[in-house]
Nanobody, 124 residues
Framework: VQLQASGGGFVQAGGSLRLSCTTS????????VGWFRQAPGKEREFVAG????????FYGDHVKGRFTISRDNAKNTVYLQMDNLTPEDAAVYSC??????????????????WGQGTQVTVSS
């Protein structure tokens, strides 16, 4: 499964961006997909995740109420709508896919496939 994240860019604080994670491979619909981010000097952290059937979505505490994850399996795409961005949200955002139990969804080690990231820059 090859993943490609896109949609990053430069935005002012309070602005919005929508990231997309697309994939090639007919089995995409079977995977849980997660978004992670990594800022310079910091560890990669969980942002949001969505189960294959969209029945379960999870968010990191720092983005709850501001970010929304969704997926369109017919288009092999997972979206991350990011609203009310702050400078603390600036990072390289990456998407990942894998199969795991629900309790592991926030664990980056549970994801088998990773795409290259997309840079998000937020000015104050």
């Amino acid at each position: 499964v090859q993943l490609q994240a896109s949609g990053g860019g430069f935005v002012q604080a309070g602005g919005s961006l929508r990231l997309s994670c697309t994939t090639s491979g007919s089995t995409f619909r079977d995977y849980t997909v997660g978004w992670f981010r990594q800022a310079p000097g910091k560890e990669r952290e969980f942002v949001a995740g969505i189960r294959w059937n969209s029945r379960h979505t999870f968010y990191g505490d720092h983005v709850k109420g501001r970010f929304t994850i969704s997926r369109d399996n017919a288009k092999n795409t997972v979206y991350l709508q990011m609203d009310n961005l702050t400078p603390e949200d600036a990072a390289v955002y990456s998407c990942a896919a894998g199969t795991m139990i629900l309790s592991s969804l926030r664990n980056r080690d549970a994801y088998k496939y990773w795409g290259q990231g997309t840079q998000v820059t937020v000015s104050s």
